[in-house]
């Protein structure tokens, strides 16, 4: 079962910075916490993972809170071409048992 | 270049019959995975294999049966397919920790 649950829906205009919520208030000292995405029906994509600290990178930037029971993934100029489901995912990296679980994730809809 | 690829794309077959789903990843990666996502478009695992060896197998019906020849392949079998077995069929691989890499699915339709 997936530990995170999300918003199923959310709506951003062109341009603007989506901000998606994720909670994990079960989550342990050991997992990370993951953000992938799936475009209509293409395989998911990776975009960011963290532990604990806030992380950036070319596609997002990942809020954790200091109790780490939940986290806000943000695209800061959200296109057209963002729009699809996002799934917020704990994971335990312990090398080669560590799988992906994923929940409903949030349909994200960047509209114009 | 495609990182982790599978092959068929689409796969259209009747009840009953065997059918196979390819998948080769270039990544160097030592696991490889197997994903289901069915109508409901809920992605769930069904297999894990590290460096050919069976490391998870999430009560997968024993009609689907993988096989891993070597540590960039990895294959899934299904047997007497039913029309439960429609959905579409993900590949994925990583390496210790790094994220997972999928393919982009095969489509599997059972009629």
């Known amino acids: 079962d997936a530990k995170t649950t999300q918003p199923p829906s959310m709506d951003c205009a062109e341009g603007r910075a989506a901000n998606l919520p994720c909670n994990h208030s079960?989550?342990?000292?050991?997992?990370?916490v993951y953000w992938y995405r799936q475009i209509h029906s293409q395989g998911p994509q990776y975009i960011i993972h963290?532990?604990?600290n806030n992380e950036t990178n070319e596609m997002a930037s990942l809020i954790i809170t200091e109790d780490r029971k939940s986290s806000t993934l943000i695209l800061p100029h959200a296109t057209l071409r963002d729009t699809a489901v996002y799934y917020c995912?704990?994971?335990?990296?312990?090398?080669?048992?560590?799988?992906?679980?994923f929940g409903t994730g949030t349909r994200l809809q960047v509209t114009l | 270049d495609t990182a982790v690829s599978q092959t068929p794309k689409y796969l259209v077959t009747q009840m009953g019959n065997d059918k196979s789903i390819k998948c080769e990843q270039n990544?160097?990666?030592?696991?490889m995975y197997w994903y289901k996502q069915d109508s409901k478009k809920f992605l769930k695992i069904m297999f894990s294999y590290n460096n050919k060896e069976l490391i998870i197998n999430e009560t997968v019906p024993n009609r689907f049966s993988p096989k891993s020849p070597d540590k960039a392949h990895l294959n899934l079998h299904i047997n007497s397919l039913e029309l439960g077995d429609s959905a579409v069929y993900f590949c994925a691989s990583s390496q210790g920790e790094t994220p997972l890499h999928f393919g982009n699915g095969t489509r599997l339709t059972v009629t």
């Open positions: 963290g532990l604990k």
């Open positions: 079960t989550i342990s000292g050991n997992e990370y």
């Open positions: 990544l160097g990666h030592d696991t």
């Open positions: 995912i704990v994971r335990v990296n312990t090398g080669t048992a560590s799988k992906l679980t």
